[in-house]
């Protein structure tokens, strides 16, 4: 956690400080909910500086949910309920190629699947679950972030894997 | 329980017992291969610095009064061009879309196969070798139209007026079965049960059931049938009843996927009589003995034709 008793964001270091820890965090949150489509970099940028904006009003503690709630706003604002689509990188490194042909189809059969199954999680499901997966945040740490409880995110992770489950396995 | 064991490992709370029991599930490997996966998902590229310095670099830019006024004489012109831009692309997509709309459907066969598609109304169509069809699944209710080019046999379900468009005429019926033939000179419709409008070069014709309508080069010829069903849709008969020469020889290279070649041979002469689509030898030996012919082949894919 910040120290940030005494403190004013208003201050470059302060300012700096909250934008080392909490940006990569507000990025991913974005990210996750939306997907890759609707920029969410440029999102956090604005989130920020409207923190900056109104730095003599807030206090350092409750930066961190002016700027969660502030990009959420942003986003909606321009979300069209499209399909969320989140970019991925190739499973392996192509140092090697005896794999054979189905196996590579397969592969990318199963990637494909799991790209649209994503996007059919609801938007609580997939940020708690790529948060959790991916950024191997705690999930009491995620229900800090969320505001929510942290039963509600084990529930939210456990449904978003089954469901990923049966989308991608028909099981 | 198992969710329980499941919700643990997700927050890597597991401990050595309680590891081995998630290892020992069924579903195992699929849990682990989906946690895998979704790393694949990180965004790398996210750099905190860079993104600090850019954020820096934004705020300090826009302490600077000068650069304002620029910015905005930049949108005003900017913003009309965006509507007429924007406006054009609007025209564009409207008129484009009926056409190239993802709800039109084709349905195509290759030389010597056929297929039989069922319609969105349940109305079904069996499409002869080297044809296709095409219809919006999406207008169907409103309009029941199809697309053809080559051969089809309909049954259509009662309902609104059914219309077959081929660039030669046009078909239109209620519910009924008919066939619809359409070569590049050759069109023939003919309908087996109720009644068929066809409408050719601004005539409407009307067929009753077992009653036949051809052009053969421009020229109409009316005829009738006997079947209940083509004898190709039924029995893989391709049946001609004074039917040009040389539409028998391209109909045979549909079915079986050869080139004929007919050397000093009239094809523009009548020919009444039938060939199977499923013997090739026996085929050949129906179109050439009645007319005295004699076939060479060349290889598998070439046939020639000569008097004998």
Redesign the interface.
Known sequence: MLKTLNTHICEEHVF?KI??TL??DV??FL?YKYG?GLNP?DK??EA??KL?DNCKNISPEKAKSFLFTTANNMMLNEYKHQKVV??????KPKDYTNESPEFLLEESE??QK?ENA?AKLTEAQRVA??L?????K??KEIAEMLGISRKGV?KR??GA?EK??KD??GI | MK?HL??KW???ELNDAELQAFKELP?YE??TK??E????????S?N?EL??E??NS??KDRKQPEQQPVKVVQMQWIKPLLRVAAIFIIGLAVYYSPIYGDSTTVVKTLASNTTTIELPDNSEVKLNAASSIKYSKKKWKKNREVNLVGEAYFKVEKGSQFDVVTWLGKVSVLGTQFNVKQRVNYFEVICYEGLVSVSYKGKDIKLPAGKSFKIIDGKIVEGQTKDSVPSWAQKSISSFKSVPYGEVIKEFERQYNVVIEAKNIDTTQLFTGSFTNKDKELALKSITLPLQLKYIKKDSAKIVLTKE
């Open positions: 700096s934008f080392n940006s990569n990025y991913n990210r890759d970099r956090v940028q920020f500086i900056w989140l970019k991925h990188q190739q499973a199963y990637m799991y994503l679950f790529l959790n997966r991916v950024e191997g705690k999930h084990e992770i456990y894997l990923l489950r991608i396995e | 969710e499941i919700q997700l927050d890597g579903e699929s849990y989906l946690s996966t979704a790393k694949l998902f990180k965004d790398t996210y905190v993104e600090l850019k954020l934004i705020i």
